[in-house]
């Protein structure tokens, strides 16, 4: 398959998806450096990180407040609260007021994850008109690669944009990505009629009944935040891993990223390319490459040989987070798909708050070496909940004239248990709709973890 896509609608959402990942950079590293250069306070960056995960409880509710919205340019009102959020924070650095940029960071946090989820929605609506499952399949590789290579270049490039301007300009910089997103989604109709009714407490009853009628989707998104917990804990361990056991110092810090970066970019172009494999494969798989690399970084005696794990670790988190989004798309009607991403960047978000903690916890009773064998133990053990949906996936989608043209979803387990997208299959009778930043490495909504 060709990266780019072919449909002029699905290449403008690629373009604000990678916009928008790219100027959120530039506001995460601006923000990250002005709290500590203003602080000193390790306490005072980590709030800050608190303050943008923390709301992601609001994002189910907030995609269905605006799902339930007739107004053809909600989404890019969102992008347009966004920027006028960083214009404020643009200032609040220029005259330092912590409380208040916690407070702002926190809206800008709920309003970014919300516009994310709808985004991804209309991506895969997009897709599925350019050939069903398929083109669900398409439409979340070229979003993953856009995410992966935002990961690998953006902290660089907001770094340089601090240095050579200051915080303020790079603020800026991020508010402008927000008004150029608004305006490249300023034709997208985000409104989704709701037979149970049109209140936001019916809409989210709605998507709840769903998960709780579907176990393999349960299953997968339980899994999933297990998972996600223990991806979060290697992120402050990893400095104290390459610079006191390794003595790699902050060169080996940074390699150990950049080359976490590149395998994730390449795991997603791995992805892209792999219409034919199972995604209960590479769910399955790619959960296990990350957990073999916090095995990895336990054992290894060098800088070079923790450089293969990360590159290892940095493949399967490029697969992994696809492949989930792949595998709860194709579980959930279309009518439910963004709230349920938004339940799926609610996850992300949420999981480092638990994850950062543990991690400091497993840290103060042990060793770099002997947490990323915790770490690693519990991913690979995550595994086999993945392993054992895969296996017993027998309910697969039916070819031309079965239950997958009768049905706007697939079967519990069809979608977990079929190959990644099928261009034999027909499409479904209704339209289809469909990862943290900063210090720590988040592909997950921004995240190894949004």
């Known amino acids: ?107 800008d946090g709920a309003l970014e994850l919300t516009a994310s989820s709808l985004l991804r929605a209309q991506a895969a609506r997009a897709g599925a008109e350019q050939g069903a499952e398929q083109g669900i399949y398409n439409a979340n ?21 601090v240095r050579a301007f200051g915080g303020p300009v790079a603020l800026l910089i991020d508010a402008g990505s927000f008004l150029a997103c608004a305006a490249l989604v300023v034709d997208l109709y985000v409104y989704v009629e709701e037979r149970a009714g049109a209140s936001v407490r019916a809409r989210l009853a709605s998507a709840w009944e769903h998960v709780r009628e579907a176990p393999a989707l349960r299953a997968v998104l339980l899994t999933q ?13 990893e400095v104290f891993y390459a610079k006191g056991t390794l003595r790699a110092g902050d060169v080996g810090y940074g390699t150990l990223l950049a080359v976490w970066g590149v395998g994730q970019l390449g795991g997603s172009l791995f992805f892209a390319r792999g219409e034919r494999r199972s995604l209960g494969a590479m ?19 060098t800088l070079a040989l923790a450089a293969l794990a990360a590159l290892l670790g940095g493949v ?18 279309e009518r439910l798909r963004g709230r349920l991403m938004g339940g799926v960047e609610s996850i ?10 543990l991690s400091g916890l497993v840290m103060a009773l042990s060793s770099p070496r002997i947490a990323f064998f915790v770490f690693g133990s519990i991913i690979a053990a995550t595994t086999l ?12 989608a039916a070819g031309p004239g079965g239950s997958a043209a009768q049905s706007d979803a697939l079967s519990p ?9 099928r261009i034999d299959s027909p499409a479904p009778t209704g339209v289809l709709d469909s990862p943290p930043g900063g210090p720590v490495r988040t592909t997950y909504s921004g995240s190894r973890g949004v």
């Open 348 to 357: 992300g978000a949420l999981c480092p708050l638990i994850g950062l903690p």
């Open 413 to 421: 387990t069809a979608a977990f248990d079929a190959p990644a997208a």
């Open 1 to 107: 398959m060709s990266i780019l896509p072919t449909s002029p609608r699905l290449r403008r959402i690629l373009a604000a998806y990678t916009v928008n990942k790219l100027g959120t950079w530039f506001g995460t590293v601006a923000l990250s450096l002005a709290i500590y250069d203003h602080t000193h306070s390790a306490a005072a960056v980590t709030a800050l990180f608190v303050a943008r995960y923390l709301p992601a409880l609001a994002v189910p509710a907030l995609v269905a407040r605006v799902e339930a919205s007739t107004r053809r340019r909600a989404l890019s009102a969102l992008y347009a609260f966004e920027a006028l959020c960083t214009l404020l924070l643009a200032a609040l650095v220029w005259h330092f007021l912590l409380p208040a940029i916690l407070v702002l960071v926190a809206l």
């Open 141 to 161: 590789a070229a979003l993953n690669v856009a995410l992966s290579a935002s990961v690998v270049i953006g902290p660089a490039l907001g770094a340089l944009a």
């Open 283 to 301: 769910l399955t798989l790619g959960t296990l490459a990350v957990g073999l690399a916090y095995l990895g970084f336990a054992a290894a005696p």
């Open 225 to 237: 935040a297990t998972a996600l917990v223990f991806f979060e804990t290697a992120a402050p361990v």
């Open 385 to 396: 909940g993945f392993a054992r949906l895969w296996a017993t996936g027998t309910i697969r």
């Open 316 to 333: 399967g988190n490029g697969v992994q987070w696809a492949s989930l989004l792949g595998t709860v798309q194709l579980l959930t009607p």
